[in-house]
């Protein structure tokens, strides 16, 4: 099993509508939690990092759940420049590694 | 606009040469890294510095040599690379390697091996 997972998709949703991402960890000592944006030839942008209480950011919401080792990032009122790679990243300090899921594919749909 | 800078955008070498990548950062972090990243796959960790000493080497063949001068520049030394190193080079800082740190990534160097 993968330290971290993903769906890879594609997630093919019209512009205006809900989409949600989960991303597991197999590491239970797992600490901090992040989602970036990867663009096409482009570099990862941090997207936000996800507290245990959740966290929003505009039309962005990301949740933890520690019982259930996984990590969502719900998008609201999906935009067209909203189309990229999403990729989770899971830091765990006995190993002091980040750790990156592979990546969800997402394309919105005018 | 990327706060981590590396340079060259682009490098297209032969397996003989002998070029080097340079990565940037003046937010004072001090943690910088080291990932390759193939097409459709997420960045893999190469190296780690941590207060401008190695952490972490993930078994890079040697024909890869990091250097860290200062805590704002981080190099990467390639020699006698192999077409399948072709990939996106890709620097990342930290204020530290911890928890809750993310990283900031710069833009990559594109390498192409001959």
């Known amino acids: 099993r993968k330290e971290v997972e993903q769906d890879p998709g594609p997630f093919n949703v019209p512009e205006g509508a809900t989409v949600a991402f989960n991303c597991t960890y197999s590491?239970?000592?797992?600490?901090?939690f992040f989602w970036y944006r990867q663009d096409c030839r482009k570099e990862p942008k941090l997207l936000m990092s996800?507290?245990?209480s959740g966290n929003e950011d505009g039309r962005f919401t990301a949740q933890l759940n520690r019982a259930s080792q996984y990590i969502s990032l719900l998008i609201r009122d999906s935009k067209l420049s909203d189309s990229a790679t999403y990729l989770c990243?899971?830091?765990?300090?006995?190993?002091?590694?980040?750790?990156f899921g592979t990546g969800t594919r997402l394309k919105v749909l005018a | 606009d990327t706060e981590v800078t590396q340079t060259p955008k682009h490098l297209v070498m032969g397996m003989t040469n002998k070029k080097s990548l340079k990565c940037e950062q003046h937010?004072?972090?001090?943690?910088m890294y080291w990932y390759k990243q193939k097409a459709k796959k997420p960045p893999e960790l190469m190296f780690v510095?941590?207060?401008?000493?190695?952490?972490i080497n993930e078994s890079v063949p040697s024909r890869f040599s990091p250097e860290c001068p200062n805590s704002s520049l981080l190099n990467l030394h390639l020699h006698a690379l192999q077409p399948e190193d072709s990939a996106l080079y890709l620097c990342?800082?930290?204020?530290?390697?911890?928890?809750?740190?993310?990283?900031?990534f710069g833009d990559g160097t594109r390498l192409s091996i001959l």
């Open positions: 937010m004072g972090h001090r943690a």
């Open positions: 510095y941590s207060y401008e000493k190695l952490s």
């Open positions: 996800v507290y245990s």
């Open positions: 590491n239970s000592a797992s600490q901090s």
């Open positions: 990342a800082s930290s204020q530290v390697v911890g928890v809750g740190q993310p990283q900031h």
């Open positions: 990243v899971v830091f765990t300090s006995g190993t002091y590694k980040y750790i």
